[in-house]
């Protein structure tokens, strides 16, 4: 089991909002923008969508239909309810994309069934699901 680092949680401690802010000043000093560390952030982010058994709780659509397709969900996890356990229907596996704000969960034809959105910038952090097909 893996987790979803919780970056809103992140910035509530004075010495990880220092770093941030010494991150984007290092980054300007070395030619890139003082937004790298965001998208670096957003990047992160993708990665443990794609290397997590979580999934966002917030589903656009009807849960039913998730279960129906063989979702199995858990609570809500406490410590960041805004993603909860959740195990795949057999042969369905997770995909990134181009893009670091979506995600996608295909079936076992390589088709994607469900577009995962999780925006990891603290400021504006945001995570929700729905069924593509």
């Known amino acids: 089991m893996s987790w979803i680092r919780n970056t809103r949680k992140d910035m509530e401690d004075p010495a990880a909002k220092m770093g941030f802010l010494l991150e984007a000043e290092a980054s300007v000093r070395r ?3 003082a937004t790298d560390p965001i998208l670096q952030m957003e990047a992160d982010g993708q990665r443990q969508i794609l290397n997590s058994d979580r999934l966002p ?4 659509g009807d849960r039913g239909k998730f279960e129906a397709l063989g979702f199995q969900f858990g609570d809500p996890d406490p410590d960041d ?3 909860m356990p959740a195990t795949l229907p057999a ?3 997770r995909e990134g994309s181009e893009h670091a704000m979506w995600s996608y969960l295909v079936d076992e034809t390589g088709t994607q ?4 959105f999780y925006k990891a910038a603290f400021y504006d952090r945001d ?3 729905r069924l593509e097909q």
């Open 31 to 33: 030619g890139g923008k």
């Open 91 to 93: 042969g369905w596996k």
């Open 113 to 116: 069934r469900v577009a995962i």
């Open 81 to 83: 309810p805004m993603f």
């Open 127 to 129: 995570a929700f699901m």
């Open 57 to 60: 709780t917030r589903i656009m």
